[in-house]
Every structure is written in structure tokens, then in C-alpha cells.
């Protein structure tokens, strides 16, 4: 949410499409979360030797999933570095896959889509406070302690 809300903040003329064409904002969100997921990765423990694309793991090594990365994938996202509102079809793994989606996925996107869109109706004009940057707190969860706006 604060990712997107900075996107916004620097990018006037996606912020000026979804206040002028609210119907938009799935596809925003979609895309946002696409782009600055919260969870980057899990972790686990081997549970026995095993070797990955000839990369040796033993038993007990800690090792993470970036999953996250696949959100960006360009053999399946076109420009995948490119945050792109209007993109028609917007494949991601941020809420996970199959039997292991969040099952909260649905409330995060109405929770993204209610902060949004009663953002930009009541402040439609933002931008980033002059010689400030978003403060991150980051590990497996991408989470955004600080963001400076200016209205």
C-alpha cells in the first residue's frame, strides 16, 4: 500500500488516470501488487542432503525461496521492471499459488482498492516531500516504516 501510494507520488500522470477513470483501479492494483510485493520470500530448513540445479544443500542449511522474483519473470511479464497500470492481463505470485494462496488475498486487494480510491478523492494531488525517501524495514516482509508526502 505504501509502495504504490509513493508510485503515485512520482508518477502524476498514473495518479491523474485513476482519479480521472476510477474504473482502472483493479488493473492498478493488480499491478501494484505485482511490483512491490510484501513478502519477498520464505525460508526453510533442508530436511535432507539434496542438490538443486548443482547447487549441494545439506540437511539442516537454511535456505530462501524468492519467489517474489517470478512476479518478474520477462519470458512471462512483458517490460517486467515497468510498473504499468494499464496492463491487460497482470500475472503475479503475491498472494502465493494453489493450495498455499493467502486466503486473506481478497481482503488485501479491497483493502488496497477502499485506501486508494478514497486517497486520491480526497487528495488527487501528492508528491514526495523534497529531499526525503520511503524507509523500508526488510527481511522475508518488504514493509514501509516512513513515507514523506506533500499536499
Known amino acids: 500500500m505504501g509502495s504504490a ?11 491523474e488516470a485513476l482519479v480521472d ?3 482502472m483501479m483493479p488493473n ?6 505485482r511490483v512491490f510485493p510484501p513478502i519477498v520470500g520464505l525460508a526453510r530448513a533442508c530436511t ?8 549441494p544443500m545439506k540437511e539442516g542449511d537454511f535456505v530462501m525461496l524468492a519467489y517474489s522474483a517470478s512476479s518478474r519473470d ?4 512483458d ?3 515497468k510498473v504499468d497500470i494499464t496492463r491487460e492481463s497482470v500475472l ?12 486473506g488475498s ?5 483493502e488496497l482498492r477502499a485506501t486508494l480510491e478514497e486517497w486520491l478523492k480526497r487528495i488527487p494531488d501528492f508528491a514526495l516531500k523534497a529531499h526525503t525517501a520511503p524507509i523500508y524495514e526488510t527481511g522475508f516482509l518488504r514493509s514501509m516504516r516512513a513515507l514523506h508526502l506533500v499536499w
Open 5 to 15: 501510494i509513493h508510485h503515485l507520488a512520482l508518477h502524476p500522470q498514473d495518479r
Open 79 to 81: 517490460n517486467p521492471d
Open 21 to 23: 477513470n476510477p474504473a
Open 48 to 55: 535432507r542432503d539434496v542438490n538443486v540445479a548443482g547447487t
Open 74 to 77: 520477462p519470458r512471462v511479464v
Open 106 to 110: 481478497n481482503l488485501a486487494r479491497l
Open 92 to 103: 503475479h505470485s503475491t498472494f502465493g499459488v494453489g493450495p498455499h494462496r493467502c486466503i
Open 28 to 33: 492498478a492494483i493488480e499491478e501494484f501488487a
